[in-house]
């Protein structure tokens, strides 16, 4: 049976994802995504390559790995909302930013475990 995995599109589509079908993502710092190409396809999403690797468990720090990511997530968030006044009418920032305490609080958990 294949393994999947659930990443976040930036709209909020959670795509579940067939491992075996992706063959390399990349950072784009300027979007604040990044790019998961699948064997038929490409994803954006807004997951970082590190929060996708501690997913597949390929990382060999998984907890101090995941806990970075859980950060750089957060702070990518509070850069959407600085960018609109912390306005939340404007973006979905403050959505994401709501969402994402499940990341860092299983982050947090195993690393303080």
Known sequence: ????????????FKPRVNVDHITS???????QITAVDLSDGTYSVT????????????TDKPVIDEL????????SIIKDGAEVGFN?????WAERLFASQ???H???AKAVA
């Open 47 to 58: 997951e970082t390559p590190e929060q996708i690797d501690a997913l597949l468990g390929v």
């Open 68 to 75: 970075a990511s859980a950060v750089k997530l957060v702070r």
């Open 1 to 12: 049976m294949a393994d999947f995995i659930t990443l976040t599109g930036k709209n909020g």
């Open 25 to 31: 993502c990349a950072w784009n710092e300027e979007k």
């Open 106 to 108: 299983r982050a947090l």
């Open 102 to 104: 499940a990341v860092t």
């Open 88 to 92: 939340f009418q404007h973006g979905d």
